[in-house]
Nanobody, 123 residues
Framework: QVQLVESGGGLVQPGGSLRLSCVAS????????MGWYRQAPGKERELVAG????????MYADSVKGRFTISRDNAKSTVYLQMNSLKPEDTAVYYC????????????????WGKGTLVTVSS
């Protein structure tokens, strides 16, 4: 069993930056892909970014490409999401997610979810 705990959400102005963290604990050996989903009010959850922790492979949704960066610190069992040039449409609850592989992660076959951290981008 894996537990994912997110942190770092908050209120930022458009154009601002925020860094989210996700700490994994438990049977983390079974995790082969991690990423960040987000769910805006009235919207479906969408994958923002994904990464293979044992490698450096990363993928991003087109909507955040060039603005967000996913990274990991395996020694700390932590995945980060650096969010720059934030827009109001980035407002959402951001969820850390873990899956068997990056392909499963991208199609929503998520094995473990964090509880989410709220990011609000507003003037």
């Amino acid at each position: 069993q894996v537990q994912l705990v997110e942190s770092g959400g908050g209120l930022v102005q458009p154009g601002g930056s925020l860094r989210l963290s996700c700490v994994a604990s438990g049977t983390i050996f079974e995790i082969n892909a991690m990423g960040w989903y987000r769910q805006a009010p009235g919207k479906e959850r969408e994958l923002v970014a994904g990464i293979i922790p044992r490698a450096r492979n990363a993928m991003y949704a087109d909507s955040v490409k060039g603005r967000f960066t996913i990274s990991r610190d395996n020694a700390k069992s932590t995945v980060y999401l650096q969010m720059n040039s934030l827009k109001p449409e980035d407002t959402a609850v951001y969820y850390c997610a873990a899956a068997g592989n990056i392909r499963l992660l991208s199609r929503g076959a998520v094995d473990y979810w964090g509880k989410g951290t709220l990011v609000t981008v507003s003037s």
